[in-house]
């Protein structure tokens, strides 16, 4: 892994997430302010929706997080942007535990999203301004953040994530061959 390129980032003091140090980009520090500006008579609500945003790109990232720790790697480093995130991980040594880790954010988000966009169908729940809030960015939103990092585009989540289809037909045509191999080695000690 390179080192981290800090230039433009704000460290987020005493704030770790699974041990990886947390940074957030001047770009969502203005997004920040110009939201609050923008909501000025509703500061509630704006704080709310503002940490709807830092949580939605937080959580894809500490699913990757999260799920590199569970492969055995380091993640030291969460940054985030004004409309992107990034989790340095320390390896990953095969292509398998990248793929995983690629999943492991829009898993993460897929497991808070979906609970909250079926909460929503229940009558008068939304009439809360709070409620609509969360809802909306972590669930609404985090569906339409999912669907975007799965496109098979360099840079996104997609590129690595997809290399699962021809991983899962590898090891489907190895387990094949091993059990024909298997047959073959029954039927000649018969």
Excluded at 19 to 46: D, N, T, V
Excluded at 89 to 105: H, K, Q, Y
Excluded at 140 to 154: E, Y
Aim: with cysteine.
């Amino acid at each position: 892994m390179k080192p981290f390129d800090a230039r433009g980032y704000v460290p987020v003091q005493g704030v770790r997430v699974f041990h990886a140090r947390l940074y957030l980009h001047w770009s969502a520090l203005g997004l920040a302010a110009f939201l609050l500006l923008g909501m000025i008579r509703r500061p509630a609500e704006a704080l709310a929706a503002i940490a709807c945003y830092f949580g939605v790109i937080l959580l894809h990232e500490v699913g990757h997080a999260a799920m590199a720790r569970r492969l055995g790697y380091r993640a030291p480093v969460i940054r985030l942007s004004f409309i992107h995130g990034a989790c340095e991980v320390d390896g990953p040594d095969t292509r398998r535990d990248a793929i995983a880790i690629a999943w492991g954010g829009v898993l993460a988000q897929l497991a808070v999203a979906v609970p909250l966009v079926a909460l929503e169908q229940i009558h008068g729940v939304m009439a809360q301004p709070f409620v609509a809030i969360v809802i909306g960015a972590f669930g609404n939103f985090s569906l339409l953040v999912v669907l975007l990092n799965l496109l098979p585009i360099p840079g996104l989540d997609g590129a690595t994530a997809w290399g699962i289809v021809p991983q899962a037909w590898r090891d489907l045509r190895g387990r094949r061959s091993a059990k024909k191999a298997a047959q073959d080695l029954l039927r000649r000690l018969r």
